[in-house]
C-alpha cells in the first residue's frame, strides 16, 4: 500500500446509486460527493466513472426492472445522464467543486487520434481543478447494433484510469471484497484482502452479478487485470463503507481487496 496516491479513478455502481425500485439513493450519491470532494480538498486528483444512466431513466420513464430492448435502453440511458448529471452538478458545487461530463465510446481505444484527443480532455479539465464525470455513451453506443462498446463500466473505469493518468482505481460495488466462496450461499465465506497477481483461481471466486448492475464480479476483475497490467493499484470497496478510500489513500489497512500492481 502506498499512502501517496495523487490521482485516484473512482468507479461506482447502479446497484450502489440506486434503490431496489431503479429510483437515485439520494443519500449514497450525496456521501460518495461529500467523501470525493474531502479528497480534492486534500490536494487528491479525482476521476469518477459513473453508472446509474439506464437504471436512473428506466424508472423515470416508468419501465419496470432493467428495459428489454436496446431503444429502451438508449432512451433511458439519455434520460437517465441528465438527472445523474444534474444531481452531481448541484453536489459538488455545495463544496465548490466543478464537473466536466465526459461520455464515451469504445473506437476511442483503438483510434490513436481520438484517443489523443479524450486524453487531452481529461489533462486539461484536472488542470481546471474539474472533476472529470465519465459514463459510456450508452444512447448511441452499443454491441447490438454493431458497433463495439465496453458494456460495462468496470471495463470502461480501467480505460479510463490509464488514459486519464491514474495511479489508482478505486471500485466501489455493493460488496465488501472479492470472496473466496460466494457470499450469498456460504456465510463463511473470507474476503480476499490482497491479490498479488490475477490467476484463473482467482477468476473463479468470481460469482454473478447483481439483479440491478451490469458485470458482477467477473468485470471488475478484468478491469483489475487491466489496470494492474498498466501499473495501477486497483481497490474493491463496498460503496456503503466508501469512507474505506480514506484508509486507502493513507496507506492504511482497509475493508476491501486491493490488486497489486504489476511492476
Ligand atoms: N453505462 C451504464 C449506465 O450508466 C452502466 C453500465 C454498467 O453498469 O456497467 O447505466
Known amino acids: 500500500m502506498s499512502g501517496k496516491i495523487k490521482r485516484i479513478a473512482v468507479k461506482i455502481g447502479t446497484?450502489?446509486?440506486?434503490?431496489?425500485?431503479?429510483?437515485?439513493?439520494?443519500a449514497a450519491i450525496e456521501r460518495l460527493v461529500r467523501i470525493l470532494s474531502d479528497l480534492k480538498n486534500r490536494g487528491i486528483e479525482v476521476v469518477l466513472?459513473?453508472?446509474g444512466a439506464i437504471g436512473i431513466g428506466a424508472s423515470k420513464l416508468g419501465i419496470k426492472g432493467k428495459p428489454g430492448t436496446i431503444r429502451e435502453r438508449q432512451a433511458a440511458?439519455?434520460?437517465?445522464?441528465?438527472?445523474?448529471?444534474?444531481?452531481?452538478?448541484?453536489?459538488?458545487s455545495e463544496y465548490?467543486?466543478?464537473?466536466?461530463?465526459?461520455?464515451?465510446?469504445?473506437?476511442?481505444?483503438?483510434d490513436p487520434v481520438k484517443r489523443?484527443?479524450?486524453?487531452?480532455?481529461?489533462?486539461?479539465?484536472?488542470?481546471?481543478?474539474?472533476?472529470?464525470?465519465?459514463?459510456?455513451?450508452?444512447?448511441?453506443?452499443?454491441?447490438?447494433?454493431?458497433?463495439?462498446?465496453?458494456?460495462?463500466?468496470?471495463?470502461?473505469?480501467?480505460?479510463?484510469?490509464?488514459?486519464?493518468?491514474c495511479d489508482a482505481l478505486c471500485i466501489m460495488t455493493d460488496r465488501?471484497?472479492?470472496y473466496d466462496s460466494d457470499p450469498t450461499e456460504n456465510k463463511n465465506a473470507k474476503i480476499i484482502p490482497v491479490v498479488e497477481e490475477i490467476t484463473d483461481e482467482?477468476?473463479?471466486?468470481?460469482?454473478?452479478?447483481?439483479?440491478?448492475?451490469?458485470?458482477?464480479?467477473?468485470?471488475?476483475?478484468n478491469a483489475a487485470k487491466t489496470a494492474t497490467e498498466a501499473g495501477i493499484d486497483t481497490y474493491l470497496i463496498n460503496s456503503a463503507k466508501a469512507t474505506e478510500i480514506y484508509k486507502i489513500v493513507d496507506g492504511e489497512p482497509f475493508c476491501g481487496t486491493i490488486f497489486k500492481k504489476r511492476s
Open 15 to 26: 446497484s450502489s446509486l440506486t434503490h431496489e425500485n431503479g429510483t437515485i439513493n439520494i
Open 49 to 51: 466513472i459513473s453508472s
Open 77 to 92: 440511458a439519455a434520460v437517465g445522464q441528465c438527472a445523474l448529471m444534474d444531481l452531481y452538478d448541484k453536489l459538488f
Open 96 to 110: 465548490g467543486y466543478v464537473i466536466g461530463q465526459l461520455l464515451l465510446t469504445k473506437d476511442i481505444s483503438d
Open 116 to 165: 489523443q484527443n479524450a486524453e487531452n480532455s481529461f489533462a486539461t479539465l484536472l488542470s481546471y481543478n474539474v472533476i472529470p464525470i465519465v459514463n459510456e455513451n450508452d444512447a448511441i453506443s452499443t454491441s447490438e447494433i454493431g458497433i463495439s462498446n465496453f458494456g460495462d463500466n468496470d471495463s470502461l473505469s480501467a480505460f479510463v484510469a490509464v488514459l486519464s493518468g
Open 176 to 178: 465488501d471484497g472479492l
Open 202 to 221: 482467482i477468476i473463479a471466486h468470481c460469482g454473478k452479478a447483481s439483479s440491478r448492475g451490469t458485470g458482477g464480479m467477473i468485470t471488475k476483475v
